[in-house]
């Protein structure tokens, strides 16, 4: 077992095939599983079967062997070497290898590649985006459709669509929009019930401050807003769109800023509606306020078959990627053929790699519907909150990935 952590070190330059592959194989094959923690490796030389995984224990020394060999990666690898540690990947995957494994340090190999300076775009970190994506669709197959959450020692690359705290995503998978340690994010029923209340620059919860949305994505919003209204309308006047999900109501100003002919708003939250009717919203003669959850109001819409949208925004609260998922077939059905649809990506963003895997897997859910999905990526470094009065952020990248999704 410790020599096959040495060997993981990579003790010997230049890393080849001969000497790398051969000997990890044999480690393999003997039985050495890919994902063993210390203590399980000590457990293993001891003969002690029942050894328990380490991440049950705080601030252990938790780790993995691709962990390993990703923390003692050179940084000078040549374009073959590099070659000889995909190899390696591979194998390790083979092996049983988790992608979305954290160490004692709470990182996952593909956080490691990048602070050894792994280019995003590179070999090695793809091949672990690849895996992640393989990963969440097959466990999504295995779970007959139904999204499971992550155990809480894998992580949650928890997709938060949209706003509220963080991701799910993933494997035991997948897909909670927003991953809150909270009921509020993480159960819609729950959601829907409790009290909010507007501050100056945040929709939060009342009793636990959960952030529902926050004022630092008005850029996003912004960005959102003009993608709405595809380069194929001859005026923006002649637009007619749907947001789904009101929240502060910041996009939906962008959006009678442009005076779309119509301007349909979805929202599910009674207090949320109350805000809109005490600030006018049901009064502007081009907007039309679907009151209640989108997975009635717009199956509902549908059924009549009479409107078709420009332009679609989705920005929600506690839902997973699973409503995602639905909200797909209904999209199909209420876009026109030239028409754009977009979401407040917070798909993963808690981490990099999640974000990175959850880019991808929109990509391929869309195109089962005949669909692409450009991504813009955005510097988001100045306008991303410090956190300082949030439980746990939602977003850790400092980037955006602006979706828009169209037919193709
Ligand atoms: C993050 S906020 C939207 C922020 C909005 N994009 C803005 O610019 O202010 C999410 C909103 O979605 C609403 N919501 C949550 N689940 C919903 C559902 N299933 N159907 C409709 N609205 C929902 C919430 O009540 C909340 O007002």
Not at 23 to 30: E, H, M, N, Q, R
Request: overall charge negative.
């Amino acid at each position: 077992m410790s020599e096959l952590h040495h060997l993981l070190t990579f003790p010997v330059r230049p890393v080849t095939e001969e000497a790398y592959l051969k000997p990890l194989a044999s480690f393999l094959k003997s039985g050495i599983p890919a994902t063993y923690t210390l203590e399980q490796a000590a457990a293993f030389e001891r003969g002690d079967e029942d050894e328990n995984d380490d991440n049950d224990k705080e601030g252990g020394s938790n780790t993995t062997p691709m962990h390993i060999l990703a923390r003692s990666l050179p940084e000078d690898l040549t374009e073959e070497e590099t070659c000889a540690v995909l190899k390696m990947l591979d194998m390790l995957f083979e092996y049983g290898a988790g992608w979305s494994f954290l160490d004692y340090e709470n990182k996952a190999v593909g956080d490691l590649l990048l602070e050894r300076g792994q280019p995003k775009g590179g070999q090695l970190y793809q091949r672990i985006v690849e895996a992640g994506v393989s990963a969440e669709l097959l466990l999504r197959k295995i779970d007959g459709g139904e999204v499971e959450f992550l155990d809480e020692n894998e992580f949650d690359p928890s997709t938060n669509v949209n706003e509220p705290v963080d991701v799910v995503t993933s494997s035991e998978t997948a897909a909670k929009i927003t991953d809150d340690p909270d009921a509020t994010a993480g159960d819609q029923m729950t959601y829907l019930n409790t009290k909010l209340e507007y501050t100056e620059d945040a929709l939060v919860t009342e009793e636990n401050r959960d952030g529902v949305m926050m004022e630092w994505e008005d850029q996003i919003m912004k960005l959102a807003a003009d993608a709405m209204f595809p380069s194929s309308l001859e005026s923006p006047h002649d637009a007619i769109v749907l947001n789904i999900g009101f929240g502060m109501g910041i996009i939906d100003t962008y959006i009678q800023a442009k005076g779309p002919q119509k301007h349909y708003i979805c929202e599910a939250h009674p207090d949320v509606i109350a805000k809109m009717k005490k600030d006018g919203w049901y009064e502007k003669p081009n907007v039309v306020v679907l009151e209640g959850r989108w997975q009635d109001s717009l199956n509902k819409l549908l059924d009549e078959g009479e409107t078709f949208f420009d332009g679609i925004y989705y920005d929600t609260f506690s839902e997973h990627y699973q409503d995602m998922l639905d909200l797909y077939d209904v999209i199909v059905g209420l876009i026109k053929p030239e028409g754009v649809f977009s979401f407040f990506n917070g798909l993963g963003a808690d981490r990099e790699i999640c974000y990175d895997v959850y880019k991808k897997i929109v990509e391929i859910d869309v195109a089962t519907y005949g669909m692409k999905c450009e991504f813009e990526t955005i510097d988001i470094t100045k306008i991303l909150p410090d956190w300082k009065d949030v439980k746990r952020s939602y977003y850790n990248c400092n980037y955006y990935y602006h979706p828009r999704i169209s037919f193709i």
